[in-house]
Structure formats: structure tokens, C-alpha cells
């Protein structure tokens, strides 16, 4: 049988139940209970955050490099490297997991901080 997701809203006092449990029965299931958090990502500057519809960069930049956009957007001179895109401030020069990522702790820190789990 394929895993299966399931995004569910509930009050703050079960949330906080469900978290310190780590899981849930649905069935006869065991499944694991997280906070479900989307952090956006921008495919026009490649920043963590917003999306492209709402990016105040002034030109596409390049996926690899942060650079304005290569011809074709293929023709990047480091398209061999393993540059962590998001966080060229932070100067993280090497790729890492997302949940690793600076760029993406402070959007997801940030993003937590928008929603109140009182009750």
C-alpha cells in the first residue's frame, strides 16, 4: 500500500497532544504527527519567502549562480557546483539539505511566527 499524507487542522491543545505524542492511529495505522509548513520559494530570485509573482528582483537570476540569467539559462559556468542558492548573505557556499539550510531556518522561523496556537 502507498504512504499516504493527511493534512488535518485541528485545535491548539490536541496540536500540542499530537506533537508530544509524534503520533497518530488512523485505522488500524500508526502514523507520525508533525507541523505541516510550507516555506515559499521564489523561481525568479531562487529566495526563500515569497513566491515569483510577488519578487521585487529587478531580473530573473540564475538557479546555480545568482547571477543574472545565462542565455538559454543553461550556459551557467557553474553549473557543476554545489552552491547553496538561497544564501549567498549567510556566504553558505555549499549545498545542504533544506531542513539545514540558513535561508530556509530563518523563512520557516519566520513563518511560525505568523501563526498564533493559542486557544
Do not use: W
Not at 23 to 39: C, P, W
Not at 94 to 107: E, F, S, T, W
Request: glycine share 6%; proline share 7%.
Amino acid at each position: 500500500m502507498p504512504d499516504c499524507h493527511r493534512v488535518i487542522e485541528v485545535h491548539p491543545e490536541l496540536r500540542d497532544k499530537l506533537l508530544k505524542a509524534q503520533s497518530l492511529f488512523v485505522g488500524y495505522r500508526s502514523t507520525r504527527a508533525r507541523d505541516y509548513l510550507r516555506v515559499p520559494k521564489c523561481y525568479k530570485c531562487h529566495d526563500h519567502g515569497h513566491v515569483q509573482k510577488y519578487c521585487t528582483a529587478a531580473a530573473q537570476l540564475c538557479g546555480t549562480c545568482r547571477e543574472k540569467q545565462h542565455p538559454e539559462g543553461t550556459d551557467c559556468p557553474l553549473k557543476n557546483a554545489h552552491l547553496c542558492v538561497p544564501c549567498p548573505k549567510t556566504g553558505n557556499k555549499i549545498k545542504q539539505k533544506r531542513q539545514d539550510c540558513p535561508g530556509y531556518k530563518l523563512a520557516l522561523s519566520k513563518l511560525k511566527g505568523k501563526f498564533n496556537y493559542q486557544s
